[in-house]
């Protein structure tokens, strides 16, 4: 086990876990054994965290299904730009939509194009010890009106009201979006009528 806390919260797979025992007759035993006391925890079909640890969700997110990147209710949670504490694990995919519930709680994907997906990404480091695929707060903004079904936002009045009622984010955090970032969503993405209403309420925003 001393060689297997090297790999930190990042989840692995059976073989790598193996590898560790290789001088086991059975190390399929070993692995069963590990999970039953908690050593390890089984996210899915040979995919497993070490247990007894502090574990990233985020993390975990990025690994249980890809290529994916925390976005979403999840991201704007984890840049303290909403108030509401977040429990499903939430992220965005160009694989199909979907949901897992494991030892560690509900992970789930939406779907987007893979132009749209490539847009307004990037890699959190942690101490230095592991990394994961992240929305800038921007982009977590486009895909929650992106992805969010029955979402109809017509007027500046309307953004407005669902990014200060319903998101419940203040005037502040809304001056350092990035329209660069909304502009290329445009282009590429769904919901565009959508998309250059937040272009324009940011925009008429910042000159007040």
Do not use: W
Not at 57 to 86: D, F, Q, W
Not at 113 to 127: N, T
């Amino acid at each position: 086990m001393e060689s297997l806390s090297l790999a930190h919260t990042i989840p692995v797979k059976s073989a790598v876990i193996k590898s560790f025992f290789g001088d086991l007759k059975f190390p399929k035993n070993k692995i069963s054994d590990m999970g039953k006391n908690g050593e390890i925890i089984r996210l899915k079909k040979d995919l497993y965290v070490r247990g007894r640890a502090t574990i990233s969700k985020e993390l975990v997110a990025n690994h249980l299904y890809g290529a994916s990147y925390i976005s979403l209710e999840t991201a704007l949670a984890y840049y303290g730009m909403i108030p509401e504490r977040v429990y499903t694990v939430r992220s965005i995919t160009i694989r199909r939509a979907k949901t897992f519930s494991t030892p560690l709680g509900y992970f789930e994907y939406k779907t987007v194009s893979a132009a749209y997906f490539s847009i307004g990404i990037h890699q959190e480091i942690v101490d230095n010890q592991y990394a994961f695929l992240i929305a800038t707060p921007t982009k977590a903004i486009c895909d929650m009106i992106v992805v969010t079904p029955n979402l109809r936002l017509q007027s500046l009045k309307a953004m407005e009201n669902y990014l200060t009622e319903d998101l419940r984010m203040d005037f502040d955090v809304l001056k350092s979006l990035k329209t660069d970032i909304i502009k290329r969503c445009i282009e590429v993405g769904k919901k565009k009528t959508e998309l250059s209403f937040l272009l324009r309420f940011l925009i008429e925003h910042a000159s007040n």
